[in-house]
């Protein structure tokens, strides 16, 4: 995966929203989604996308940004569509994915029009269907194969506990195991793989247990709904000091004379081996990332 396509935080902003759209301009989140589906009423879809293409066209945002478009079963998934191809940003995200065929669709849709360019396809898993396909959708589309459109997996943790009558507990103990399917679907594919959002946005403990638990599971970031949420999340999914000390003397002790003939070395008195080292490698290129790109902004 290329260094530069990693998100902490997805700010959802709801494209009927003036106010947050423009307020979105000055937040650190890592990437902004503009929302046309959930968060806009049915009767005013055509003022979203007409707010987007504005915003596109007079003062294109900085940064990694996405749409979420209505599904493409629906006139307005299509117009939304549309509208985002005129728009051009980062990624189209497709919600309530059920089967490689909602992918498909949408990359057909991209494949047919030029002004598509390279857009990239982040998939919501939300539904039973989702859940349970998840590996062939990753699998499908990846965009770890050239000219692979699918980048993300993002779980929609409203839509799943609506489907499946999942009730609300603490740790989400009864998600889980769709959470982790998912990771698991994602990381087989070898695309990112994206936490759902939490909806108490002025519970500011219960939202850091949750980016912590998120982070551990294995998801690279999360989508949020409000910008209180980004520094947590950037701070939960960003590499920690301990981690980084930790990659550092892997590094270290894969440097030192006579250990590059070595595929597992003794680091003071554990094994560590090679796939640990490039795993450090990594961790240490996106910390490299985070920091420039800081610094930019
Ligand atoms: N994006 C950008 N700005 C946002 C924002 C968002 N998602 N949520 C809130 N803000 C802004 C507000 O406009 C306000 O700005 P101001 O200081 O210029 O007035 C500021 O942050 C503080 O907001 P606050 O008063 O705490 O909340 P609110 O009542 O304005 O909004 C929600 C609360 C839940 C309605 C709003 O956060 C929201 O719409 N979130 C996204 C919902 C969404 O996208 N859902 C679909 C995906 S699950
Ligand atoms: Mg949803």
Request: net charge negative; glycine share 8%; hydrophobic share 50%.
């Amino acid at each position: 995966m290329p260094a530069n396509r990693f998100w902490r935080s997805l700010l959802s902003v709801p494209a009927i929203n003036r106010r947050a759209l423009e307020k979105a301009k000055s937040l650190a989140a890592d990437a902004i989604i503009y929302d046309l589906e959930d968060a806009v009423a049915p009767d005013r879809k055509a003022e979203a996308r007409e707010n987007l293409i504005r915003l596109y066209a007079d003062d294109r945002p900085a940064g990694i940004t996405a749409i979420r478009i209505n599904p493409l079963d629906t006139a307005d998934g299509r117009a939304d569509m549309e509208a985002a191809i005129a728009c051009r940003p980062d990624a189209v995200v497709l919600p309530k994915v059920g089967t490689i065929g909602h992918v498909s669709t949408a990359v057909s849709r991209l494949e047919q029009d030029a002004a598509a360019g390279d857009m990239k396809l982040w998939a919501m898993i939300e539904t039973a269907e989702g859940v349970v396909n998840a590996a062939a959708i990753a699998g499908a589309f990846s965009s770890a194969r050239a000219g692979g459109r699918l980048e993300a997996l993002i779980v929609g943790v409203n839509d799943l506990r609506s489907e499946t009558g999942v009730a609300p507990a603490a740790g989400r103990i009864y998600l889980v195991p769709w959470l982790m399917q998912t990771v698991l679907a994602a990381r087989a594919g070898g695309i990112q793989v994206i936490d759902g959002v939490y909806n108490d946005f002025a519970d500011s403990e219960g939202y850091a247990a949750e980016c912590a638990e998120g982070a551990a599971m294995g998801f690279d970031g999360k989508m949020l709904i409000h910008p209180n949420q980004i520094a947590p999340a950037n701070h939960h999914f960003g590499p920690s000091d301990a981690a980084l000390a930790e990659a550092r003397a892997i590094v270290a002790a894969f440097s030192a004379p006579g250990a590059e003939r070595l595929n597992v070395v003794n680091l003071n008195g554990r094994m560590v081996e090679r796939l640990h080292l490039e795993q450090a490698e990594a961790l240490l290129l996106k910390f490299a990332t985070l920091q420039t790109k800081e610094k930019d902004t």
